[in-house]
T-cell receptor, first 112, second 113 residues
Framework: EDKVVQSPLSLVVHEGDTVTLNCSYE??????LLWYKQEKKAPTFLFML????IEKKSGRLSSILDKKELFSILNITATQTGDSAVYLC????????????FGDGTTLTVKP | NAGVTQTPKFQVLKTGQSMTLQCAQD?????MYWYRQDPGMGLRLIYY???????DKGEVPNGYNVSRLNKREFSLRLESAAPSQTSVYFC????????????FGNGTRLTVT
């Protein structure tokens, strides 16, 4: 059974801090790992990491994938209150197209 | 561009009642999904449809049925609601079943008493 574990479960920082969110996984025949941000309602897509794309960056957010050690990290630099959200990690396997497995999420709170 | 639209936004049912959650997407995506999210937990897949005309079970399908009505619409039915089905339900779509990010609707908050 595929498994995704995110840490920490929650995190409180102040504006301007840098945070690192962790996602470790166990999946047979790994295909891709995706990060989503969930504010009040629907999760929104951030990054997809695959064997051919193990590092992604967009503004203050960046993510890397370590396929050998089976984990990914999401970094947010110079945090802002608008970064407060639940960050979800999901993995896909080649053998289960369409069946993404999600972690329980990390709740990030950024205080002014 | 509406994206993924779910109805209703909120619903309260009594144990044993039935209802259908509706979902439509206007992005011409091939694949559609139903997830549930419980407090402090991530998303768990109920059912998905890789393409029009196909449906398959996810991680937690018991107590639910789905219909892929056409390429745009994917409905989720609870035939006899139970308190354990109290949850927030998200519909999502993607261009393809693999290597494609999910686009989510805003969710339906369902309470079963």
């Amino acid at each position: 059974e595929d498994k995704v574990v995110q840490s920490p479960l929650s995190l409180v920082v102040h504006e301007g801090d840098t945070v690192t969110l962790n996602c470790s996984y166990e999946v047979t025949n790994f295909r891709s790992l995706l990060w989503y941000k969930q504010e009040k309602k629907a999760p929104t897509f951030l990054f997809m990491l695959t064997s051919s794309g193990i590092e992604k960056k967009s503004g203050r957010l960046s993510s890397i994938l370590d396929k050998k050690e089976l984990f990914s990290i999401l970094n947010i630099t110079a945090t802002q209150t608008g970064d407060s959200a639940v960050y979800l990690c999901a993995v896909e396997a080649n053998t289960n197209a369409g069946k993404s497995t999600f972690g329980d999420g990390t709740t990030l709170t950024v205080k002014p | 561009n509406a994206g993924v639209t779910q109805t209703p936004k909120f619903q309260v049912l009594k144990t044993g009642q039935s209802m259908t959650l509706q979902c439509a997407q206007d992005m011409n995506h091939n694949s559609m999904y139903w997830y549930r999210q419980d407090p402090g937990m991530g998303l768990r897949l109920i059912y998905y449809s890789a393409s029009e005309g196909t449906t398959d079970k996810g991680e937690v399908p018991n107590g639910y049925n789905v219909s892929r009505l056409n390429k745009r619409e994917f409905s989720l039915r609870l035939e006899s609601a139970a308190p354990s089905q109290t949850s927030v339900y998200f519909c999502a779509s993607s261009e393809a079943p693999a290597n494609s990010p999910l686009h989510f609707g805003n969710g339906t908050r369902l309470t079963v008493t």
